[in-house]
C-alpha cells in the first residue's frame, strides 16, 4: 500500500483520537493510583499513624478493578480509613457498597461522610449508616469522634455537605477534644474557605480531606472546563500550605469519562 502524505495525517489523528477514546473511557477510570505523602517527620519507615482517603466511589458494580483495590489497601495495613462522600448515588447500590466494604479488613476503623449524592441520589441515611457499620465504620454529620491509634491519640471531624446537606463546623466541632492528630472530612472543597476562617487560630488541625471534583473528570492539560459546582477554586492535590488535600476520586458521575485526571486513593503517613 502506498502511503501519500494526507493519507498518513489522517490516520495519526484518527489513530490519536481512537487513543484519548480509549484512555478516556477505560485507561483512566479503571487504573487507579496511589499518591502517598510524608506528613511532619514521617518517613517511609517511620511514622505514628497511616491513614487511607477513598473518596468519590459511585459504586455500581463491584468490578475487577475494584477488587484489586481492596487488596492494594489491605496490604498498605492503614490504621485508618476514611471514605470522603459521594459513595452511591443510588439508593439500589447500598448492597454493592457493602460487598465493597466487605473486602476492607474489618479490624481496620473507618469513618465515613455523605457527599451531594447520597441526598441527590435519596439514598436512605439510616440504610447506609447500617451498611457502613457493619464494616466498622461510622458515618459523621457534623460530628467529631476521638480514638486512640499506637498510643496516639486522633480527632475525626466529619462535615455535612455544602450542597444537599447542611454542612456546620460549628456543629461538628462540639463534641471535639483536643487529640494528637485532628483531621478534618468536608465533602466540597469550596467549604473548606469557611472551615479555615472559623477555625484560624482556635482550633489546632492537621488537614482537611475533600473531594467532589473528580480532578475535572476531563483535564485539558491543565485546564478542567468544568467542574461541578462546590469546588470553588479546588481542582486537584494540596492547597492552603497543606491544610487542604483535594482527591479525584475513584468513580464517576454524569458521563463516564475520565481524560489526564486519573482515579486515586491517597496515602498519608503521619508522624510528630
Known amino acids: 500500500m502506498t502511503w501519500t502524505r494526507r493519507k498518513f495525517i489522517k490516520t495519526s489523528i484518527l489513530g490519536g483520537l481512537g487513543l484519548i477514546i480509549l484512555d478516556s473511557v477505560w485507561f483512566e477510570k479503571y487504573f487507579i493510583e496511589t499518591n502517598e505523602?510524608?506528613?511532619?517527620?514521617?518517613?517511609?519507615?517511620?511514622?505514628?499513624?497511616?491513614?487511607?482517603?477513598?473518596?468519590?466511589?459511585?459504586?455500581?458494580?463491584?468490578?475487577?478493578?475494584?477488587?484489586?483495590?481492596?487488596k492494594k489497601i489491605n496490604n498498605y495495613k492503614p490504621d485508618l480509613i476514611v471514605i470522603t462522600g459521594d459513595s452511591v448515588d443510588s439508593k439500589d447500590n447500598c448492597k454493592i457498597l457493602n460487598q465493597f466494604l466487605n473486602r476492607?479488613?474489618?479490624?481496620?476503623?473507618?469513618?465515613?461522610?455523605?457527599?451531594?449524592?447520597?441526598?441527590?441520589?435519596?439514598?436512605?441515611?439510616?440504610?447506609?449508616?447500617?451498611t457502613y457499620a457493619l464494616n466498622n465504620c461510622e458515618l459523621l454529620i457534623n460530628q467529631s469522634r476521638q480514638l486512640?491509634?499506637?498510643?496516639?491519640?486522633?480527632?475525626?471531624?466529619?462535615?455535612?455537605?455544602?450542597?444537599a446537606g447542611n454542612a456546620d463546623i460549628d456543629l461538628a466541632l462540639k463534641e471535639f477534644n483536643k487529640s494528637d492528630y485532628h483531621i478534618i472530612l468536608n465533602h466540597c472543597p469550596q467549604?473548606?474557605?469557611?472551615?479555615?476562617?472559623?477555625?484560624?487560630?482556635?482550633?489546632?488541625?492537621?488537614?482537611?480531606?475533600?473531594?467532589?471534583?473528580?480532578g475535572g473528570q476531563v483535564n485539558?492539560?491543565?485546564?478542567?472546563?468544568?467542574?461541578?459546582?462546590?469546588?470553588?477554586?479546588?481542582?486537584?492535590?494540596?492547597?492552603?500550605?497543606?491544610?487542604?488535600?483535594?482527591?479525584?476520586?475513584?468513580?464517576?458521575?454524569?458521563?463516564?469519562?475520565?481524560?489526564?485526571?486519573?482515579?486515586?486513593?491517597?496515602?498519608?503517613?503521619?508522624?510528630?
Open 37 to 70: 505523602f510524608l506528613i511532619g517527620n514521617s518517613t517511609n519507615d517511620k511514622f505514628d499513624l497511616k491513614i487511607i482517603q477513598i473518596s468519590d466511589l459511585h459504586i455500581h458494580s463491584l468490578n475487577k478493578q475494584l477488587k484489586k483495590l481492596t
Open 104 to 130: 476492607l479488613d474489618n479490624s481496620t476503623k473507618k469513618f465515613a461522610i455523605l457527599g451531594n449524592w447520597e441526598y441527590w441520589g435519596r439514598i436512605d441515611v439510616e440504610e447506609l449508616k447500617l
Open 148 to 163: 486512640q491509634i499506637n498510643n496516639k491519640t486522633i480527632t475525626i471531624t466529619g462535615v455535612d455537605d455544602y450542597l
Open 191 to 214: 467549604y473548606s474557605d469557611v472551615i479555615l476562617e472559623k477555625l484560624r487560630n482556635k482550633i489546632e488541625f492537621n488537614f482537611i480531606l475533600s473531594g467532589h471534583t473528580h
Open 220 to 272: 485539558l492539560f491543565g485546564y478542567a472546563p468544568f467542574t461541578p459546582q462546590g469546588s470553588g477554586k479546588y481542582l486537584k492535590g494540596w492547597y492552603n500550605n497543606n491544610k487542604l488535600y483535594v482527591s479525584k476520586g475513584i468513580g464517576t458521575s454524569i458521563l463516564p469519562i475520565r481524560f489526564l485526571s486519573r482515579a486515586e486513593i491517597a496515602v498519608f503517613n503521619l508522624s510528630k
